[in-house]
């Protein structure tokens, strides 16, 4: 009875997993567009105007590859986007979408790989890891190309990264040279790629690798340097800094993997207390692994816990004024996809996690999922109208503004956006604006 027990458990992970991901793999294909929003015009955009058009040597193409977006350095964002256009002459944001979209599927696989290292059985966990990673709680991150490329990329390297390290034995292995270059690439790839250092510092010490310590210190230093000597694109008033509004934003944060709802439905602050608590007991449970010693003897699957943690630390501070609600960005989402798959995993390793427990899991996830499924489904579609309404209202009137919270750069935006139409770096797909939607009430 337990064989056959464990054996439809097992067909359910697998099975489960497979219609997960081609549900995801459809909703990707259906949603996806080749329309510019947000970040594309000055992060994409502007970067080939700047690469192909205005350097006039290597030394400036360099140092656009570097140069910081914001509070960020997008290095393999920008690089993706100028080889593409350098391979095939002009920019198509589908293809980019898609292409961004293969460090998620990465990420799955690295995460596989992260437990068979760990020595933690991987069928019964496959449901779970599959129904949070191939979400669409994260569509802001997964259908647009100035979100993907950036949080995919600096979580799977920082991921490869201590996957590597936690191996290493001497600095001259291909183990310790990988983690360092796969560090170096999360690091320019988004602004919380620097924890990476933290982390792989924390690994080592645990497992009394001192002499492997230097360098990673030596790039901490670098860094520090590299921020003090370059002019800060964005510098925030700290003033005003409350500490409650940023607890608040923390613990939903922690907490907004079980965010289902939307912002205009009458459960959304429910659902946002709910989060709140929910994030509330992941914090505890992370201290209680630091106190227990669990850390310390499991040293990777705790670093990989702190990960979107600390990341929470980073958003917490310099987004604390949008409170409790700055805690469900969908953005954002994409780095709690993690807390849930990591807590979970340390209970099934640890043996808190028992087999009669995984269909009870089976089920809540995928309720989590079905939900979050449907909810984002909707605001997919309204933002993808908005985005054709607006696209379709400039080319009427050049000025609409083509972002419409960014007034400031409303004519920054449509100048970069004619700009590419006119040197053929970007066109409008005719069939998207062959029938104008309806505007959509924002």
């Known amino acids: ?213 230097p360098p990673w210190i030596g790039i901490a230093l670098l860094y520090v340097l590299l921020q003090l000597t370059n002019e800060p694109a964005v510098t925030r008033d700290f003033s005003h800094f409350r500490i409650d509004w940023a607890m608040r934003l923390f613990f939903t944060y922690l907490g907004s993997f079980a965010y289902v709802s939307s912002y205009g439905s009458p459960w959304h602050y429910t659902n946002i207390i709910l989060c709140m608590v929910v994030g509330a007991v992941v914090f505890y449970y992370w201290i209680r692994l630091l106190w227990s010693g669990y850390a310390f003897k499991t040293p990777l699957l705790f670093c990989l816990l702190c990960l979107p943690i600390l990341t929470g630390v980073l958003i917490a501070i310099s987004r604390f004024d949008t409170k409790a609600a700055g805690g469900i960005a969908p953005r954002y989402m994409f780095f709690t996809a993690f807390i849930p798959i990591w807590v979970i995993s340390i209970l099934y390793d640890t043996g808190k996690l028992k087999k009669n427990l995984l269909l009870p899991l089976y089920l809540v996830a995928g309720l989590l999922w079905s939900l979050s499924y449907t909810t984002n489904s909707l605001q997919i579609k309204e933002f993808n109208q908005q985005n054709q309404v607006t696209l379709t209202a400039w080319l009427k009137d050049k000025s609409v503004p083509l972002v419409y919270y960014d007034i400031i750069n409303t004519q920054g935006h449509g100048q970069l956006l004619q700009w590419a139409i006119k040197h053929d770096v970007y066109q409008i797909p005719p069939d998207i604006l062959e029938e104008p939607p309806a505007t959509v009430a924002q």
């Open 1 to 213: 009875m337990k064989d056959y027990r464990n054996t439809l458990l097992k067909a359910a992970s697998i099975g489960g997993c497979i219609v997960v991901f081609v549900a995801f793999v459809r909703a990707v294909l259906h949603y996806t567009l080749d329309i510019p929003s947000f970040d594309d015009y000055h992060a994409t955009i502007y970067a080939i105007r700047m690469f192909y058009f205005e350097a006039i040597n290597l030394k400036q193409q360099v140092a656009l590859l570097f140069k910081p977006h914001n509070e960020h350095r997008i290095f393999l964002s920008r690089l993706s986007s100028i080889v593409y256009y350098d391979l095939f002459g002009k920019l198509n944001f589908r293809t980019l979408i898609l292409y961004q979209n293969l460090y998620l599927l990465a990420a799955f696989g690295l995460t596989l790989a992260i437990l068979k290292k760990s020595k933690v059985q991987i069928w019964p966990l496959l449901l779970p890891i599959s129904l949070f990673l191939f979400s669409l709680s994260f569509w802001q991150v997964t259908l647009y190309y100035w979100g993907g490329i950036q949080y995919y990329t600096v979580f799977f390297f920082i991921m490869l990264s201590l996957y590597w390290l936690v191996s290493a034995r001497e600095v001259v292995s291909w183990q310790y040279i990988g983690s360092m270059l796969a560090a170096l690439i999360a690091i320019i790839s988004f602004g919380n790629g620097i924890l990476v250092v933290p982390l792989a510092l924390f690994l080592l010490w645990t497992q009394k690798k001192y002499q492997l310590i």
